[in-house]
Structure formats: structure tokens, C-alpha cells
Nanobody, 122 residues
Framework: QVQLVESEGGSVQPGGSLRLSCAASGFTVSIAAMSWYRQAPGKERELVAMMSRAGAGGSTNYADSVKGRFTISRDNAKNTLYLQMNSLKPEDTAIYYC?????????????WGQGTQVTVSS
């Protein structure tokens, strides 16, 4: 059974840092395209960062709004995805979700974590 369990988010002041983790089970993170999304109140869920599967080079991409501030990474030994967030801004306040997408037989499936709240406020 595939599960994605995110770490507790938190509250931080503007300019601060926070690291989110997403522990995976039921599959190996290296074979999946792994992503972080976020959803702010009243807004649609948006892609924050993604990392391609190891077989596709493990390349990363970021939303323009977080480039240079956020870093997505993967620890294959711990089967965990991370999002390091630096220089946080109030507009980064949102519920953050991790997502895994990979093929299972002939189907391409995606799975979501439960979401974790990040609040940036002075």
C-alpha cells in the first residue's frame, strides 16, 4: 500500500527557514517523479517543485516564485523526499502536499500526502 506521510509544518517569521519531509512507503522514491505542491486559502493548488525519477536523470524544476529559495531533494536510503525552504515570505503560507507519480504496470498513478500547514507571519 502506497503511503506518503509529511512532517509537521509550522510557523516561521519572514526570512526564516523550514524543512518539510515526506516519508514514502509501498514504493521506492527513486522510481517516481516526486513533487511538492501547495494550496493557499482561496487559491488553486500549485506546483512548487518537482524532481524527475532517477532513471530520467533526477532533474529538478521550480516555480518562479520559489526559485533560489526552495530546494527539493530525495534520500533514497531513507525513502524520503524533502523540501528545504529558505527566505520564507508571507505569500509562502499554504498547505504543502507531496506527490508521487509512477507507473504500475501499464498505468501511471499518482499519490498524495495528507498535507501540512506552513505559516509565515511576523
Amino acid at each position: 500500500q502506497v503511503q506518503l506521510v509529511e512532517s509537521e509544518g509550522g510557523s516561521v517569521q519572514p526570512g526564516g527557514s523550514l524543512r518539510l519531509s515526506c516519508a514514502a512507503s509501498g514504493f521506492t522514491v527513486s522510481i517516481a517523479a516526486m513533487s511538492w505542491y501547495r494550496q493557499a486559502p482561496g487559491k488553486e493548488r500549485e506546483l512548487v517543485a518537482m524532481m524527475s525519477r532517477a532513471g530520467a536523470g533526477g532533474s529538478t524544476n521550480y516555480a518562479d516564485s520559489v526559485k533560489g529559495r526552495f530546494t527539493i531533494s530525495r534520500d533514497n536510503a531513507k525513502n524520503t523526499l524533502y523540501l528545504q525552504m529558505n527566505s520564507l515570505k508571507p505569500e509562502d503560507t499554504a498547505i504543502y502536499y507531496c506527490q508521487a507519480a509512477f507507473s504500475e504496470g501499464i498505468r501511471w498513478n499518482s499519490y498524495w500526502g495528507q498535507g501540512t500547514q506552513v505559516t509565515v507571519s511576523s
